[in-house]
């Protein structure tokens, strides 16, 4: 109440209260940073006269490797992927990208993955398959 008080004094009266004139923070008297001409113009020397090209264009591209290098796959997989080489991080999303297309999971519970032919090859001839054990049992398929 004192606040909105004193701001209405402030805005409206002509004369502001005693406490809207101060800070709630004291303000020092001297700037805390000061830097000095000289250290800016060798900021300046040092940048124009740097001879090294953009880092961005010497960085070299990290080759693929683990699990986002590409793999040959075996014929089964082939099927589904349509590629002979491919990384397992792609395979298992193209391989979701399968099942939803076709719409293998269960409508009860959309953990569960209802093998077709294809999906039956792939996963060790299981009808069912939880969506957990899919990666593991597309390991052996990796050559």
Request: hydrophobic share 40%; glycine share 4%.
């Amino acid at each position: 109440m004192a606040m909105s008080l004193g701001v209405f004094t402030a805005l409206f009266a002509g004369t502001p209260p005693a406490a809207v004139n101060q800070p709630f923070f004291p303000v020092p008297k001297k700037p805390i940073f000061v830097t000095s001409p000289s250290a800016a113009n060798l900021r300046r020397l040092t940048c124009a006269a740097s001879a090294t090209p953009n880092p961005v264009e010497t960085k070299k591209i990290r080759e693929p490797r683990g699990i986002t290098k590409p793999r040959p796959v075996s014929p089964e997989m082939q099927a589904i992927v349509g590629v002979s080489e491919i990384p397992r991080t792609q395979a298992l999303k193209l391989i979701w990208a399968y099942i939803k297309e076709h719409n293998l999971q269960d409508p009860e519970n959309k953990k569960i993955i209802i093998c077709d032919e294809k999906l039956k090859k792939i996963f060790k001839g299981n009808e069912r398959v939880g969506f957990l054990e899919v990666a593991g049992l597309i390991s052996p398929h990796f050559l």
